[in-house]
Each structure stands twice: as C-alpha cells, then as structure tokens.
C-alpha cells in the first residue's frame, strides 16, 4: 500500500529557466534532498548536474533537457532551521526543510503567510527518521525502560549488573553531542528527565560505527537509526507504566515509538516557480518512497500488522487499572479486531485542540486513496476511536466514537465515493488499549489518536 502517484510534471520552459531555493535541515539537505532532485529530474526527461555553490554549505544542481538547455536550478541552502524559517520573510518562493515543526514564534514573522503556515497547503510530512537503542547480540537485555537508559547515558548507572543483566561495566559509544543523532536522542530521553550525557563514553563517527562498535562488546550500548543496526540488537522501550514498544518501521508509521522524528516541507505561499510546484509533488509522491527508504528514513507508504504481533499491547490493556477499563468494552474490541490487519496510518490531534496535525490531515488523502485500490475491493474496514485517560469513562466512549466518525466522514468525502470497499464502520473504546504510557503530555497526545483495521 502506498501513496498515490504524483501528477504529471509541469513543463519547464528553457526560454525561462527557474530558479528554486531549498533550505534547512543538513540532515535532509545532505543527501534525501539530492537524491529526490534526481528522481524529480528524471520524471521530466531532464539531466541533472552539480555546480560549484558560492558557500561551504550551498549546493547547486542545473536541470537541463536533451538540447542543453537549461530547465532550473535548485540550490539547496543547508543552516540552521530557524534561520530558514526566517528567510522565508524575504523569499517566500523558498521551501524550507525541518526535522521539526515551526514555533509558534516563528510563524508569526511570516506577517500573512502565518495563518496558513499549519495548513495542508503549507505544511508536508516528508518522512521520518527513527533511533534505537542497541546492545551487543550476546547481551541478555531485551527491553529497557526509558528511566533506565536516560540513567545509563548520564552516567548514574554504570553497571549491566544494576540493570538485572551479568556482565560489567557498561561501556557507551556515541557520535559527538552535536550530531542529530544525539540531539534527538537528548530531547527525547534526557532533557524530559533533567539529565544530559555525562561521564565515560567512546566517540565514533558514524551511526554504522556505533553499531558496529556495540556488536563487538558484549558490555556495549549505543544509540544509532533503525537503518544502520547492522549486527547490534536493539532493545523494545519500556514506559514508567510498563508499556513495551519495540523499534520498527510500523510503529515509527503509526507514531507510537517514542525515539522518532518526522522531517518536515514548508512553503509560505502557493509556488509561483513550476520547478519548485513540481519538486514539491515528486517529493511527497508514490515515486520518491525508494529514494526516501534508500537514504536511510522511514518512508510514507501504508505497511499492515496482524493483532498476533499486538498481542503484547492487548495483554498489557487487559491488565489496566480499573478506572480505564471495562470488561465488557474489552470483549467487545478484540471480538471487533479478530482476524483483521491494522494498517499503520493512525490519526492524531495538535495537542490542546480538535484539530488533526500535520500527518493526519494528509492520512485523510492518503486513506481515502488506499482504499480505492483493487486489494481492499468487498473488505470491511473499521475506524476505531481512542482517548487519553482523562475524564469519564463512559464520556470518552462516546468521544472516541465521534472522532473515528468524523475521520470516516472525511475519507469518504476525500475518495468522492469510489472506495472499493464493503463498508466502513466506526467503533469507539476510549481509553481501552493504550499506545503509549499517560504520565506525559506526549503520551496523552498519542494515546487520542484513530486506528485502521481491515478484515480479509
């Protein structure tokens, strides 16, 4: 399953050539962003060559077609996000890549372009990027709570013996504190903790190399991507609450691991430039998913999952607290996901509102393009709605159900009526079967989310 296919590229006019400013993320700009300018070239029958940029961190590539002349040049700009956010002010023609999302204050430079900056004119999910946290093969570990690693990297546990597991001394290897690598990692297990990394640790190059230093050391841990485990084993993360998450391509889709990030395309304004209108499509399109997953991100298309392999997650609701459970209510939803796959689209809230964020206003387009494929023709497909634990019980029951009925409404609208299948129907299990532990306010928001089942 995977997105639909990009429209037919407009055509670049030799007589005018473009001239297309990408900047942002050297995350992105070193090597996805090259590699999608290929792809982007090759849909127009064009050629593609690297010039010499005026800056270290300036790049430039000329399009040309089969005369030689020139189509566009694309710069790509690699600096810091806030200072491309920034520019934006002065070229709002620009797109600017970011492995976060723009502040609120720095929305509010934009003057008019602020209002739609969040819109699905404006704002794109271009991939993901996702962490684990690795050991050696002959390492016993198999999950870790999140407290226990912050502990480990800041050097309050030394020990494998500490952690319940016989060895030694633990010994990290990581890349320098200011790789992206370990800016992510910070932000998402140490700083929330009031810690940083501290102490004893062996600096590497790369993330292949933190993965190739762990797999050597029975003693070893280290973070690296999901693309780069090489011969290291990564371990399952376990919430305060006890909820295990193991490290995959659907649960980085589906938004429940923890140790993740999404890589965003914004754009102030509708692109007067076609080069850059068409660069913008071919990045977010079917065609450019193998260029996204070969430059080591998780890319967009839909995977599926049966309910043996969340039989952990099930288990785990099963056990709830009574205050967040129903028996009854239980029964009646794994009667309802029996037997059916659930797709990793998943559907989410900007923390504080009813609105969907980003990703989830374009899994309502995605969503109702899937369905209309020949694989879903006479299936059934079932939203299921989920809230955070706040509240009461039977309230969050109906709320669930009116926001899976909401998505429905959206999709079918979004399809024009040609989905393929059986029907779609909407359940709602308020807090029943949570995604995420509820002592944060990232685990709140992932727990207020729509699924997608589909029964064969």
Same mark, same amino acid.
């Given at each position: 399953l995977?997105?639909?296919?990009?429209?037919?590229p407009?055509?670049?006019?030799?007589?005018?050539p473009?001239?297309?400013?990408?900047?942002?993320?050297?995350?992105?700009?070193?090597?996805?962003m090259?590699?999608?300018?290929?792809?982007?070239?090759?849909?127009?029958?064009?050629?593609?060559?690297?010039?010499v940029?005026?800056?270290?961190?300036e790049?430039?590539?000329?399009?040309g077609?089969?005369?030689?002349?020139?189509?566009?040049?694309?710069?790509?700009?690699?600096?810091?996000?806030?200072?491309a956010?920034?520019?934006?002010q002065?070229?709002?023609?620009?797109?600017?890549?970011?492995?976060?999302?723009?502040?609120?204050?720095?929305?509010?430079?934009?003057g008019?372009?602020?209002?739609?900056?969040?819109?699905?004119?404006?704002?794109?999910?271009?991939?993901?990027?996702?962490?684990?946290v690795v050991?050696?093969?002959?390492?016993?570990?198999?999950?870790?709570?999140?407290?226990?690693?912050?502990?480990?990297f800041?050097?309050?546990?030394?020990d494998?013996?500490?952690?319940g597991?016989?060895?030694?001394?633990?010994?990290?290897?990581?890349?320098?504190?200011?790789?992206?690598i370990?800016?992510v990692?910070?932000?998402?297990?140490?700083?929330?903790?009031?810690?940083e990394?501290?102490?004893?640790?062996?600096?590497?190059?790369?993330?292949?190399?933190?993965?190739d230093?762990?797999a050597?050391?029975?003693?070893?841990?280290?973070?690296?991507?999901?693309?780069?485990?090489?011969?290291?084993?990564?371990?399952?993360l376990?919430?305060?609450?006890?909820?295990?998450?193991?490290?995959?391509?659907?649960?980085?889709?589906?938004?429940?691991?923890?140790?993740?990030?999404?890589?965003?395309?914004y754009?102030?304004?509708?692109?007067?430039?076609?080069? @850059?209108?068409?660069?913008?499509?071919? %990045? /977010? &399109?079917? !065609?450019?998913? *193998?260029g996204i997953? =070969?430059?080591?991100?998780?890319?967009?298309?839909?995977?599926?999952?049966?309910?043996?392999d969340?039989?952990?997650?099930?288990?785990?609701?099963?056990?709830a607290?009574?205050?967040v459970?129903?028996?009854?209510?239980?029964?009646?939803?794994?009667?309802?996901?029996?037997?059916?796959?659930?797709?990793?689209?998943s559907f989410r809230?900007? @923390?504080?509102?009813?609105?969907?964020? %980003? /990703? &989830?206003? !374009?899994?309502? *387009?995605?969503?109702? =393009?899937?369905?209309?494929?020949p694989?879903f023709?006479?299936?059934?497909?079932?939203?299921?709605?989920?809230?955070?634990?706040?509240?009461r019980?039977?309230?969050n029951?109906?709320?669930?159900?009116?926001r899976?009925?909401?998505?429905?409404?959206?999709?079918?609208?979004?399809?024009?009526?040609?989905?393929?299948?059986?029907?779609?129907?909407?359940?709602?299990?308020?807090?029943? %079967?949570?995604?995420?532990?509820?002592?944060?306010?990232?685990?709140?928001?992932?727990?207020?989310?729509?699924?997608?089942?589909?029964?064969?």
């Open positions: 995977a997105l639909a296919p990009a429209l037919p407009e055509r670049l006019d030799p007589a005018a473009g001239l297309v400013t990408v900047r942002g993320s050297a995350l992105v700009g070193s090597g996805l090259p590699s999608l300018i290929r792809g982007y070239a090759a849909t127009l029958g064009a050629t593609m060559t690297q010039i940029g005026t800056s270290p961190g790049t430039k590539f000329r399009l077609d089969a005369g030689g002349g020139e189509l566009a040049t694309i710069v790509i700009q690699k600096e810091a996000v806030g200072n956010f920034a520019a934006l002065q070229s709002p023609d620009a797109i600017v890549i970011s492995d976060r999302t723009i502040a609120d204050q720095e929305a509010v430079q934009l008019e372009a602020a209002a739609r900056i969040h819109t699905p004119d404006s704002e794109h999910v271009l991939a993901e990027d996702a962490l684990a050991v050696s093969p002959e390492n016993a570990a198999v999950s870790m709570a999140e407290d226990a690693i912050a502990n480990v800041s050097g309050k546990t030394k494998w013996f500490d952690l597991v016989s060895g030694g001394t633990i010994n990290i290897y990581t890349m320098a504190p200011s790789s992206e370990q800016s990692f910070a932000n998402v297990i140490l700083k929330p903790r009031g810690q990394q501290t102490g004893q640790v062996h600096i590497v190059e790369t993330e292949g190399d933190v993965a230093a762990v050597r050391d029975p003693n070893g841990i280290g973070v690296t991507s999901l693309a780069f485990l090489r011969n290291a084993k990564p371990l399952n376990e919430g305060s609450c006890g909820l295990i998450t193991k490290p995959s391509s659907f649960t980085v889709k589906s938004g429940e691991y923890p140790l993740r990030r999404r890589l965003y395309v754009n102030a304004r509708t692109l007067d430039q076609p080069a @850059a209108r068409g660069l913008l499509r071919y %990045a /977010l &399109s079917k !065609e450019s998913q *193998a997953a =070969a430059n080591q991100f998780v890319d967009r298309t839909v995977e599926t999952l049966n309910l043996e969340q039989k952990g997650r099930m288990a785990y609701a099963a056990n607290p009574a205050p459970f129903d028996g009854d209510q239980m029964k009646n939803l794994l009667n309802d996901v029996k037997g059916a796959r659930r797709l990793s689209i809230y900007v @923390a504080g509102t009813p609105d969907l964020d %980003a /990703l &989830s206003r !374009e899994n309502i *387009a995605r969503l109702s =393009a899937v369905l209309q494929g694989e023709a006479g299936k059934k497909v079932m939203l299921i709605g989920f809230t955070d634990v706040a509240g019980f039977q309230a029951l109906s709320l669930s159900q009116k899976a009925q909401q998505i429905r409404t959206a999709v079918l609208a979004g399809s024009g009526g040609h989905v393929n299948v059986a029907g779609i129907e909407v359940r709602g299990y308020g807090p029943l %079967a949570p995604v995420a532990c509820s002592d944060t306010d990232e685990g709140v928001r992932l727990n207020r989310r729509v699924e997608v089942w589909v029964h064969d």
